[in-house]
């Protein structure tokens, strides 16, 4: 089964809400924008019944480059993860 594409997502919306295209098309853009603003200034963002975005550290480490095998050092960096909520957990499985 194929996934569904952002057009797809925007026609079944569409059809479900009685929203033109055009608006649900802001709507996806505008919450994305939200999201990616409060995980960058408040280090999460909730999406109730989905989930939520949080901004995660991770610690410096050492690493294995696969075509040589050599030990390489990999830096300490800030990384984005989405922990799914059990509301959505619990529907889906």
Do not use: H, W
């Not at 809400?17 to 709507?27: C, P, S």
């Not at 409060?38 to 939520?52: A, H, Q, R, T």
């Not at 995660?56 to 030990?71: D, E, F, L, M, S």
């Amino acid at each position: 089964m194929a996934k569904m594409t952002k057009s797809q997502l925007l026609t079944t919306l569409s059809e479900k809400t009685g929203l033109t295209k055009k608006d649900i098309g802001g709507a996806l853009d505008a919450l994305a924008a939200l999201a990616y603003k409060e995980v960058k200034k408040n280090g999460e963002f909730v999406l109730p019944g989905f989930g939520k975005m949080v901004k995660a550290k991770r610690k410096a480490r050492t690493g294995v480059n696969p075509a040589t095998g050599a030990k390489i050092k990999i830096a300490a960096k800030t990384v984005v993860k989405f922990r799914l909520a059990k509301a959505a957990k619990d529907a889906v499985l």
